[in-house]
């Protein structure tokens, strides 16, 4: 082997040796960037806006995964934990869905039965009654006659809100006398007399609105208070 021979086999010795050098660095850095950042675990984002009391489905998250010490310890982190659940609160694009973003749907009780119905967006509901409030509905209906008055009645009191709807605008073939152009629909856990009121007033009456129980009030409006007249008032002259 003549001298450039030596030297070609030298630099090529070298070589391996600097690129065995060099590998050793880049997977000692990779471990210790591993060791630093931890395991990895599953998480759920969401993959677009979910507004306020909406049911969760698959098809609103996708499963995403991320170093154990970054997730927070209220993150969701399988499908069980949300799914027959509704949202809390508005959700946006891109948040990390946990535990106090969705709450349990409230279920129905023995003799109780669904009902939905809409109600006035701005007059009847102002965005503060959610899943499990107690409300007290109030219906107003027109005279029977034109000499007789116009009623407004508390038709069910204590109704049990099981679920709030999107806002959405009245069908325009609705000749009801609303005082706006959207509406929501809310379902109540109601038994079977209170479901007939409420569907009879949605039917009938000029109106329908929710007046929100205070929490903890179980204390019903007495049937002297659940029906009122104009004319009724003291001192006031029909």
């Given at each position: 082997m003549n001298s450039r021979q030596r030297r070609g086999a030298v630099l090529l010795v070298v070589s391996v040796l600097c690129?065995?050098?060099?590998?050793?660095?880049?997977?000692?850095?990779?471990?210790?960037?591993?060791?630093?950042?931890?395991?990895?675990?599953?998480?759920?984002?969401?993959?677009?806006?979910?507004?306020?009391?909406?049911?969760?489905?698959?098809?609103?998250?996708?499963?995403?995964?991320?170093?154990k010490r970054w997730l927070p310890d209220s993150a969701i982190r399988t499908p069980e934990e949300f799914q027959g659940k509704i949202t809390a609160i508005p959700l946006s694009k891109g948040s990390l869905l946990q535990s106090d973003m969705v709450s349990s749907r409230p279920d129905l009780k023995p003799g109780q039965m669904e009902i939905a119905i809409m109600i006035d967006a701005e007059t009847g509901v102002a965005g503060k009654i959610t899943p499990g409030a107690r409300v007290n509905i109030f219906a107003t209906f027109a005279g029977r006659k034109d000499t007789d008055p116009d009623i407004s009645k508390i038709i069910v009191a204590g109704a049990q809100v099981i679920d709030v709807g999107e806002i959405k605008a009245f069908d325009k073939s609705d000749n009801a006398q609303r005082l706006s152009e959207q509406g929501v629909p809310i379902t109540f856990a109601l038994e079977a007399e209170d479901a007939q009121r409420v569907a009879y007033a949605e039917s009938f009456a000029r109106h329908v609105r929710l007046a929100l129980v205070a929490p903890g009030d179980s204390t019903p409006p007495p049937a002297s208070s659940r029906t009122y007249t104009l004319t009724g008032d003291a001192g006031v002259k029909p």
């Open positions: 690129a065995a050098a060099a590998l050793a660095g880049v997977v000692a850095v990779v471990g210790d960037a591993r060791s630093q950042v931890g395991p990895k675990v599953t998480a759920y984002e969401l993959t677009k806006d979910v507004p306020a009391y909406t049911p969760l489905t698959s098809s609103q998250v996708h499963r995403v995964t991320m170093p």
